[in-house]
Every structure is written in structure tokens, then in C-alpha cells.
T-cell receptor, first 115, second 112 residues
């Protein structure tokens, strides 16, 4: 049973470009969470999605950021017109049920560097 | 409001015991988690407490006091591989939704 798969592991973008991060949850998991982590800091919640639905996007910046989890395929976190402040590790986690459940299973993260 | 506090960094000696504290303030507490995160890697689940008391799992134990808004993670017989960040996270029920609120993590340095 493969774990949560994220790609790319490392992504370099210039200011103004778009970054697209993908996350495939564990088999049987239909709930996906995206977190951002700056060096030496904790995890910051961004968005919680189920298949074809955004459940909670209270942690996501209103502009330039969007997320989706289509019926088929991975969840995608999209950052348009990236700025240097977007440089961070972006972690995806999945769970087999909704937020009522226990542990989250994390992917290895995607590290975005904006030049 | 929601707030979680844990020490930024701690140092301990191989073979010793260390206790990492976490205090929290939430309106709808529904459980507390501890995760371990090695540098550059994904967080991995260590423990979950929802009732008061001590949960023991091998060399790691986690304690919760809901009335005091307090938890600790106890690591015994420390090994060099225990050098990592330890993240405290509280599940809070707010606005008809469960949220996981994360502390900034405690970086644990193990010295020989």
C-alpha cells in the first residue's frame, strides 16, 4: 500500500511563473489536506478537500492560490504568479475519513524555491 | 482564540529521558496529537490523547490534562535517531468543522 505521493519533490520557479504541486493520497483515502511549512516553523493549514469538494479553505490566501481534488487523478495545489515569499515546503496529508478521524498520513513534501 | 505553545529547542544526552511540554488554548478540544519530523522529511504520527492520563508506547509516552490545557511527550532511553522536531497538534471543533492546530515544533538535539 503506497503512501501519500507528492511530486515534484523539488520545484524551482522564477517570480511571476506558476507552480503546480500534485498529491496522490493513500489508497482508500478520500480526504486531502495541504499544509505549508517555512524553515524552522510549524505546519500551517491551507486547505482541506474531498473528492470534487473544497471543505475548508480558510488557510489559503485569497489570491493566486487554488486547490482541487478531481474525481479522477491527484489533488493539485496551484500557485499563480509566484513571489519569493511562496518559497516553502508544501506538505500533503490524507486520511481515510473526514476530520473526525485520528492520524494524518503525510507525503514527503514538495519544496518550492522562487528565484 | 486558538494557541499552542511548545519550547523551540531542547537538548538531551543519549540514553537519558526528556520531556517535551505543550500547552494549548482552544474552544472545542477534541484530541491532541504528537508527530515526529526529521529534517527534510514528512511528519510521522507518534501518539493521540483524547482522555486525561498517560498513553505509553514503547520508549515514547504522551500525557494529557484537559483541565490544564497541557500535554507532554516523554522520550526514554534516548537514541541519536531521536534527534528531530516534535510537533504538538490539537484538534479543535470550531465553526461546525474540525481543525488541526499545529504548534511550531520543538527541535530536540541528542548529544552523545
Amino acid at each position: 500500500n503506497a503512501g501519500v505521493m507528492q511530486n515534484p519533490r523539488h520545484l524551482v520557479r522564477r517570480r511571476g511563473q506558476e507552480a503546480r504541486l500534485r498529491c496522490s493520497p493513500m489508497k482508500g483515502h478520500s480526504h486531502v489536506y495541504w499544509y505549508r511549512q517555512l524553515p524552522e516553523e510549524g505546519l500551517k493549514f491551507m486547505v482541506y478537500l474531498q473528492k470534487e469538494n473544497i471543505i475548508d479553505e480558510s488557510g489559503m490566501p485569497k489570491e493566486r492560490f487554488s486547490a482541487e481534488f478531481p474525481k479522477e487523478g491527484p489533488s493539485i495545489l496551484r500557485i499563480q504568479q509566484v513571489v519569493r515569499g511562496d518559497s516553502a515546503a508544501y506538505f500533503c496529508a490524507s486520511s481515510p475519513r473526514g476530520s473526525n478521524t485520528g492520524e494524518l498520513f503525510f507525503g514527503e513534501g514538495s519544496r518550492l524555491t522562487v528565484l | 482564540g486558538q494557541n499552542i505553545d511548545q519550547p523551540t529547542e531542547m537538548t538531551a544526552t543519549e540514553g537519558a529521558i526528556v520531556q517535551i511540554n505543550c500547552t494549548y488554548q482552544t474552544s472545542g478540544f477534541n484530541g491532541l496529537f504528537w508527530y515526529q519530523q526529521h529534517a527534510g522529511e514528512a511528519p510521522t504520527f507518534l501518539s493521540y490523547n483524547v482522555l486525561d492520563g498517560l498513553e505509553e508506547k514503547g520508549r515514547f509516552s504522551s500525557f494529557l490534562s484537559r483541565s490544564k490545557g497541557y500535554s507532554y511527550l516523554l522520550l526514554k532511553e534516548l537514541q541519536m535517531k531521536d534527534s528531530a522536531s516534535y510537533l504538538c497538534a490539537v484538534r479543535d471543533y470550531k465553526d461546525s468543522n474540525y481543525q488541526l492546530i499545529w504548534g511550531a515544533g520543538t527541535k530536540l538535539i541528542i548529544k552523545p
